[in-house]
C-alpha cells in the first residue's frame, strides 16, 4: 500500500538521510534547538519533539502491517521464536567480547561510553525499517513483521532487563547512567514511545475499512518518512554539532569502529543461526536482518531524552544506523530467492 509521495521518498531515502547527515554537520542550530523540550503555553504540557517523531514513525509502522500475512506465522512459530531468542541471545554474546576488546585500549575507562552507547541499541527492539529492505530482497515477510512486532510489544520487559544484565561491564560512573536510562525506560519510554504507536497503528490496520485504511495511509507514510528524516537530523545534530567547533577524530574513529564490530558480529552470528536451522533463503534473510537491525532511532531518542548532557554517545548510535543499512543491502543482495524457472 504505497502512495505517490511515500514511493518518490522512499526510492531517494539513501540520498536524503546523507543530506541529513550534512545539514546536522554544517548546520546543527535548528536541530540543537528541537532536542530541547518546549512548554506549550498556558497549558502545563512540555512538548518533546523526539519521542514524538518516532512515535509517528512507529505508528505508521503498525499501520502498513501486512496483518493476512501473520496468520501463516503463526501456524508455523519456529522461525519467530528462533529470531526472538536470538534478539535476546545476540547481545548477551557480542556486548561481552567487544568489552574485553576495548578494555585492551588505552582508554582510561575502557571505552565504556562508548559501549553504553552500544548497549542501548542492541537492548532496542527490531527496527521497523527492516521489513523494507525484507521486500527489497524478497525475503518472509510475515517472519519479519512478526519479529517486528513482537520484538516492539515485548520492549518494555526485555529492554530493562538487557540494560541490567549488561551494566556490570562498564566503569567509570556508566553503570550508574545506564541504570538511571533502564529505569526511564522501565517507567514509561519503551511503552509510550515504542509499544504503544505501533499498537495503534496496528488496531487501525486490523478494524478500519479498506477505504479508510487508504486514505489514512495516503495522509500518514509520507508524513512518517519525512519525520524520520527530520528526526534523523535532530539525532545527527546532538551528536555533530561540536565536530566543527570541538574536533575528536579519535572519538570518531573510535565510534565508528566500535558501531562496525557490534553491526558485523550481530548480522554474522544471525546468519550462522539461519544456516544452522537450516531455514530457506527467504526466511534466513528476514532472520539475519532481524538479529542485525535493531532500532537505533529509539536508542538515540532514549539517550537524547535521559542524558541530554552526554551527546557523543549519539555517535556510535548514528555510526551503527548507517552501518546496518549498508549490511543490510548486502544481506538482501546475497540470500536473495532464486527465481523459479519455467518448467522447473
Known amino acids: 500500500m504505497h502512495t505517490r509521495a511515500a514511493s518518490w521518498l522512499r526510492h531517494r531515502l539513501g540520498r536524503a538521510v546523507v543530506l541529513s547527515y550534512a545539514l546536522a554537520l554544517i548546520l546543527p542550530g535548528p536541530g540543537l534547538w528541537l532536542r530541547r523540550p518546549h512548554p506549550l503555553p498556558p497549558s502545563h504540557l512540555t512538548v518533546h519533539t523526539a519521542p514524538l517523531l518516532l512515535s509517528l514513525v512507529l ?39 567487544v568489552a574485553f576488546l576495548l578494555r585492551r585500549t588505552p582508554d582510561a575507562d575502557g571505552g565504556s561510553g562508548l559501549l553504553t552507547a552500544m548497549i542501548l541499541v542492541v537492548a532496542m527492539p527490531v527496527a521497523a525499517g527492516a521489513t523494507v529492505w525484507t521486500d527489497k530482497g524478497e525475503g518472509d515477510q510475515s517472519t519479519m513483521v512478526g519479529l517486528v512486532l513482537a520484538s516492539t510489544l515485548l520492549s518494555p520487559l526485555t529492554t530493562p532487563v538487557l540494560l541490567a544484565t549488561l551494566s556490570p561491564l562498564l566503569s567509570g560512573g556508566y553503570a550508574h547512567t545506564l541504570a538511571d536510562t533502564g529505569r526511564l525506560a522501565e517507567s514509561g519510554f519503551a511503552l509510550t514511545a515504542v509499544v504503544l504507536p505501533c499498537a495503534a497503528g496496528l488496531v487501525g490496520a ?27 537530523y535532530v539525532n545527527a545534530s546532538g551528536a555533530l554539532g561540536s565536530v566543527f567547533t570541538r574536533p575528536r577524530p579519535l572519538l570518531l574513529a573510535a565510534a565508528l569502529g566500535v558501531a562496525a ?84
Not at 478500519?208 to 507514510?221: G, H, K, Q, S, Y
Request: hydrophobic share 55%; aromatic share 4%.
Open 261 to 344: 564490530v557490534v553491526c558485523l558480529l550481530s548480522f554474522v552470528l544471525g546468519r550462522g543461526a539461519a544456516h544452522l536451522l537450516r531455514l530457506e533463503a527467504a526466511t534466513a534473510s528476514s532472520l539475519t536482518l532481524a538479529c542485525g537491525m535493531n532500532n537505533s532511532s529509539a536508542s538515540a531518542v532514549l539517550i537524547t531524552t535521559s542524558l541530554p548532557d552526554k551527546p557523543h554517545l549519539l555517535l556510535p548510535v548514528l555510526a551503527y544506523g548507517l552501518l546496518q543499512k549498508t549490511a543490510a543491502n548486502r544481506i538482501v543482495t546475497r540470500l536473495r530467492p532464486a527465481p523459479v524457472t519455467a518448467g522447473a
Open 59 to 97: 505508528f505508521s509502522a503498525g499501520l502498513q502491517v501486512p496483518v493476512r500475512a501473520l496468520g501463516a506465522l503463526l501456524r508455523h512459530p519456529q522461525a519467530l521464536l528462533a529470531g526472538l531468542v536470538l534478539h535476546l541471545a545476540i547481545p548477551l554474546a557480542v556486548v561481552p567480547f
Open 206 to 232: 486490523l478494524v478500519l475499512p479498506a477505504r479508510w485504511l487508504r486514505r489514512l495511509v495516503t495522509t500518514v507514510a509520507p508524513s512518517a518518512m519525512a519525520g524520520s528524516l527530520v528526526l534523523t
